[in-house]
């Protein structure tokens, strides 16, 4: 079965920029829709970002409109998040999925909470503090 596994979470300063990588094994991430999510402390999880299986469409939190750029390598079986200009409200644990529910997020179309996943990632930790 698809197995997501992230890295490139870390500790950076107001301002700066990070580079978030999902790579998947067992399947390939072709025929998939993928997408972020982010979960801080205290809080419920909301979606970051999301991108269509051919990179033709994307969509984004509002407040991350602008300073993150979600994007995908076919061939390396991968899925970007590259976000600049971190704040502190970007502070969570980011996990990367894969599955009908980004397949709609990537259209702009409303999903439930029961909306299919095929595979998730365990998350990475990014925390932005000075």
């Known amino acids: 079965q698809l197995h997501l596994v992230e890295s490139g979470g870390g500790l950076v300063q107001p301002g700066g920029s990070l580079l978030l990588s999902c790579v998947a094994s067992?399947?390939?991430?072709?025929?998939?829709?993928v997408g972020w999510v982010r979960q801080a402390p205290g809080k419920e999880r909301e979606g970051v970002s999301c991108i269509s299986s051919s990179g033709s469409s994307s969509n984004y939190l509002d407040s991350v409109k602008g300073r993150f750029t979600i994007s995908r390598d076919n061939a390396k079986n991968t899925v970007y998040l590259l976000m600049n200009s971190l704040k502190p409200d970007d502070t969570a644990v980011y996990y990367c999925?894969?599955?009908?529910?980004?397949?709609?997020?990537?259209?702009?179309?409303?999903?439930?909470?029961?909306?299919?996943?095929?595979?998730w990632g365990r998350g990475t930790l990014v925390i932005v503090s000075s």
């Open positions: 999925g894969a599955g009908e529910l980004f397949r709609r997020c990537a259209h702009g179309e409303r999903a439930s909470a029961g909306t299919g996943v095929d595979a």
């Open positions: 067992g399947s390939t991430l072709d025929y998939y829709a």
